[in-house]
């Protein structure tokens, strides 16, 4: 039997990754949120998901994002 770290069954886990291309790269910020203390600009992904970028985290650049629907 194998297993995910996810435990969906695939075998793939997620892994980190930059992005460094211009192709479905997010759009202009469309607001900001504050969390406990921490700053994000939130920007539509070309995906039609949803870029968070950590704007008072300690890397410049870092953030993460969420896919859209299917």
Do not use: C, K, Q
Not at 15 to 23: D, F, I, L, M
Not at 42 to 55: E, H, K, N, S, V
């Amino acid at each position: 039997m194998h297993s995910s770290p996810s435990g969906d069954g695939n075998g793939l886990p997620a892994v980190p990754a930059a992005y460094r291309g211009t192709e479905g790269s997010p759009g202009p910020v469309l607001f900001t949120l504050d969390v406990d203390g921490e700053r994000f600009a939130i920007r539509r992904a070309g995906d039609g998901g949803t870029a968070y970028d950590w704007l008072s985290g300690p890397n410049e650049g870092y953030g993460f994002g969420s896919s859209g629907t299917p």
